[in-house]
């Protein structure tokens, strides 16, 4: 069965760090796009960061140079490494496998394998 | 980066049909994805591509797209099809980011 399951979310300081992991069962992080995204409580879905197969990586203005988004392919799990954590940064933190296909009948992206999310709450 | 706009809200009456609809430039040059989140759940898939339904999604639920608008229609919708529904496509500015919609709030009456 396909599955993600995110955990390393909870309460930290402003100011704090956190790792968020990402266990992938089914099928091979390393070999597809795999993002992260989040959702504030009562906001809609925020994009946060994205690591291509070839190890390439791109993050959301919000949180560049702060968040760092990885892989441990002997684990089959992705990471975010969150530092210097803001209020704003609360949220629900998804991973994500991400599909993108450039053909001449038309291109698209899409996230078609999601975790249940953990939770990120910043706060003194 | 690219914007994706949504209506924050539409409601449809049971049975009847309802199109949630997403206008951003990206959409120029990628299909939109539609996705659906009821409260407290993940966000699920329910239409990518030109009009591609994953395993498991009712055929009631439908993709379209022209110029700069992508839009989900749900023919005959059910009252389980209350939720948030978000649009989704790749930033086409020259920026490798994802962009989302607001999210649309459907109400099934």
């Known amino acids: 069965e396909v599955q993600l399951v995110e955990t390393g979310g909870g309460l930290i300081q402003p100011g704090g760090s956190l790792r968020l992991s990402c266990a992938a069962s089914?099928?091979?992080?390393?070999?597809?796009?795999m993002s992260w995204v989040r959702q504030a409580p009562g906001k809609g879905l925020e994009w946060v960061s994205v690591i291509y197969s070839g190890g390439s990586t791109y993050y959301a203005d919000s949180v560049k140079g702060r968040f760092t988004i990885s892989r441990d392919n002997s684990k089959n799990t992705l990471y975010l490494q969150m530092n210097s954590l803001r209020a704003e940064d609360t949220a629900v933190y998804y991973c994500a496998r991400d599909v993108m296909t450039l053909a001449g009948g038309g291109n698209y992206y899409y996230m078609d394998v999601w975790g249940k999310g953990t939770t990120v709450t910043v706060s003194s | 980066s690219s914007e994706l706009t949504q209506d924050p809200a539409v409601s449809v009456a049971l049975g009847q049909t309802v199109r949630i609809t997403c206008q951003g430039d990206s959409l120029r040059s990628y299909y939109a994805s539609w996705y659906q989140q009821k409260p407290g759940q993940a966000p699920v898939l329910v239409i990518y591509?030109?009009?591609n339904r994953p395993s498991g999604i009712p055929d009631r639920f439908s993709g379209s797209s022209s110029g700069n608008t992508a839009s989900l229609t749900i023919t005959g919708a059910q009252a389980e099809d209350e939720a948030d529904y978000y649009c989704n496509s790749r930033d086409s500015s020259g920026n490798p980011h994802v962009v989302f919609g607001g999210g649309t709030k459907l109400t099934v009456l």
């Open positions: 089914g099928f091979t992080v390393s070999s597809n796009y």
């Open positions: 591509g030109k009009n």
